[in-house]
Every structure is written in C-alpha cells, then in structure tokens.
C-alpha cells in the first residue's frame, strides 16, 4: 500500500510538472516606421539580403584594410573578452540544464572507532569497532511549478544575448578599424597636397626673390611668399603628427604593438560605395544589440517565473542505500545491504515578505529590460537616419566643393600670371593661393567624412550579422566571425 501511494504522488508530481509561472512572453513593442525618411541617391533601398553582409569592409575595395579586419578576430583582447563572457553564459545554461535530470552521488567510508565507556544512555556493545560503508543517492526535484524549466529558459535567452553580444563587439572593432583606416587615408591625401603645395610655394618663393633681385618688387613680397611655404610646411608637420595616432590606435585594434606596426603611406582614397538600405522592420532583425537587448527582456520575463515558484512548495524524491559492515564478512553481500527511497515536500510558511519581494523585483527587472530593448531600438533608428544624411548631403557637398576647388586653380592661375606681369601685388596671390589650398584641403575632408559616413550606416545597419548568430548560441562553440 505505501508503494501504490509512493506511485501515485509521483504520478501526481510528473502531471503537474507542465507548470510554468512565468508570464507568456512577448516581446516589447515599437513602433516602426514604414521607411526612412533620409533615403537618397547615395542609399537605395533595397530587399535585406542584399545589405552588406559577412566582410562587408570589402566593398571599398582595399586589400590592406581587408588584411588589417582580418586580425581582429585573434589578436583583439577586447574580442576575445566577449567570447570568454559568452563562454561563461554557456556554462551557466548548461548548470541550468543539469537540474533537468536527477543528481547521482557516489560514496564511501573505512574508519575505526571507539565508544566512550561513559557514553549517556550506552547499552553494552563493544568499545572498539569498525564501520565501513559504501553508498549511493540519487535525488531529483519535480518541477512543479517550472522553477528549473524557466531557469533554463533565462539562461538560454542570456546566451543567445551573450552571442549577440560578441557581434556587437566584433561589428564595433570592424568599424573603428575601417574609421581609424579612412582617417589614416585622408591624412595620407592631405599629406601628398601639402607636399604638392609646399613645392609650388617654393617656386612661387624663387620667383619673388628674383623679382625682387631685379627690384621689380619689394621685400614684403619675399616675406610674403616666405611666411606661405612655412605655413605650408607647418601643416604638412602636423598632418604627419595625426597620422601617427591613427596608426597607433590601428595597431592597439588589430592587437599589435604600436612600436612595431606601420601602414604604407597611400594618398589615393577608396569611393565612397553605395550603401543599400533594407526596410526599417529588418534593422530590428540585424542590429546585434537590439537582439541582445530582446533576449534579455526574455530571460528577464522567465525569472519572473523562477521567482513566482519560491511561493510554492517544492517536491523531492530521494533514494539511498548502499552496504555497511562492522568490518567483518564480505561489505558487498545481501545481508550488509541497505536503503531509504521517499519523497519530500518543503515549504515556507512565513519569511517576512522576502520571496513576495524577489518577485516584485523581477517584475522590474522585466520592465528594466523593455525599456532598455525600446532605447536601443530608438538609438538604432536615430544613427541610421543620422548616417542616411550624412551620405546622401555629404555627396551633394562634394560635387558642389569640387566646383569650389576648380574655380580657385582658375583664380590662383590668373593671380600668379598678373603677378608675373606686375598688374597685381603678392597679396593678391597669397590670398588666391590660400583660397586654392583650402579648398582642395576641404575637398579632402568631404570625402573623407563620407567614407566614414558610410562605415557608420554599415555599422547603424548591423554590418554582417545575422540573426541566426543568436540562434545558434545554445551550441558549444564561440559565434565565429560571419561568412561573406
């Protein structure tokens, strides 16, 4: 009879095991809008499958900044900081995990003893003897109310967060890699104008002082001339100087010391490619971080339901036996043979608010990480506008900058042919001269500033991720760079 009841409360225990206190969960909602309101000719849209994915910095077609991504995925500590986090998250669901399955526990004992002879309420038996043991326990919790279900629930929702977490790390180090590169490129630029500059200057220089050999002109030409070539010469210095820190801060991305890492000077800038926009409702789909925020959310919700399940009792089932012997005959035999096997039901009757107190706090957990999810995907619409007009304004600003820059050669040209003829002082041409190089140096900077424009909309678009990284974080294995 105590078997059928054990039977039957353990029958009971497996029908109520389907209970889950955890709210049902869906994620927060946003409002999306049907399109970007920044679109232009520089940013079609277009379906998401043809966005840039995988190494999207090849698209601007530098196999040196192709080389230097490349090193991120092992030389990068910051990377490698991520996917050490995401292999603790692994560790964590997979302790989740283990509470699925009953707890097997071994053991065994040898040890001599000695009974007091004064020992209270002591009834004869000898004073020495043996006690030698060899045992085994199993014990599992029936879970009720879904306390281990929504734990593991919670943990693979961190993981897949964790996962989505190493692609927001690794898409943050693949840009600041391609910015600090298209900064280096630009100075690189510069550098080959200023150096194109500085030789005009010195010819315009020699030109003054034989003018003024000849008294054709008078001193406050030369000095004129003179303080140009050195202005020049001084900028050129200082391009130098914040080439430099581009090429450190690349070397400390790609994880190289900065003492022993150079990049090739290289004055031509890649073009700005045209970036193709999928619909607003995918950005949800391909920013990692808003993945990683909606998992969160997710585990968030299921510890609701680990805390909601302390309210209730808990159910175990416990059995034990093993051998035990005085240290006489064989330990293993029948006769040394023992066991206990009944369940047990433990439940708090009073803890002064403690537990009704964890649940009200994962209800604000919850509500944290949907506030966070909402944040983020606002921040994420906020740079994709912010970049859509940068590329598409910065491009109208070029074409007009290069309007600018032909009409100051043409300005500079005629200064430099009145000067020849006497019509005009030098201060007219230094002013056309300093017209000339500020445009071209502004020139430069536009388009350096769209390549990095263009870097942030890959970047605010979710670059190569895709949501099957997430997906798969309940494997074993780090999320590997994605495939192109």
Known sequence: ?????????????????????????TPPQMTVPPAYKETGPWTPASPADAAPRGAWWTVYGDE???????????????????LARYDEAQANLAQARASLVPELDV?????????????????????YYQNNTVGATISYEFDLWGRVRNMVAAGKAEAQA????????????????????????GLDAQAALLDQTTAAYAKALNLTQVLHTGGAVAGLDVGRAETQLQTAQAQRT???AQRALYEHAIAALVGEPASVFSIAPDA?????????????????????????AERRAAAANAQIGVARAALFPTLTLDATGGFQTAGAGNLLSLANSWWTLG??????????????????????????????????????????????????????EARQQSGAVSAAERTEALALVQYRMGAITYLEVVIAQTADLQAQQMELSVETRRLLASV????????????TTAAAATTTTAPAAPAN
């Open 107 to 127: 053991g065994g004992s040898a040890t001599g003893n000695r009974q007091s002879a004064n020992r209270p309420l002591r009834v004869g038996g000898p004073s």
């Open 64 to 82: 040196t900044l192709n080389g230097l991504e490349q090193k991120i995925e092992t030389g990068n500590p910051n990377l490698a900081m991520a």
């Open 1 to 25: 009879m105590p078997r059928v009841k054990l039977f039957g409360l353990a029958g009971t225990a497996l029908a109520l095991t389907g209970c889950s206190l955890a709210p049902p969960y």
């Open 162 to 185: 964790s996962a989505a977490d190493v692609a927001s790390v690794r898409l943050s180090l693949e840009a600041q890699v391609a910015d600090a590169y298209m900064n280096l490129r």
């Open 238 to 240: 200082d391009v130098g």
């Open 268 to 292: 031509k800038l890649p073009p700005p490619p045209r970036t193709p926009v999928s619909a607003p409702s995918l950005l949800l789909q391909r920013r990692p971080d808003i993945a990683a």
């Open 343 to 396: 369940p047990s039901l433990a439940m708090a009757l009073f803890d002064g608010g403690r537990r009704k107190a964890v649940v009200r706090a994962s209800h604000d957990q919850f509500d944290e990480a949907s506030a966070t999810y909402r944040a983020t995907v606002l921040t994420a619409f906020q740079q994709v506008e912010d970049n859509l007009a940068l590329c598409n304004r910065l491009a109208s």
């Open 456 to 467: 942030d909309l890959v970047r605010a678009l979710g670059g190569g991720w895709t949501p």
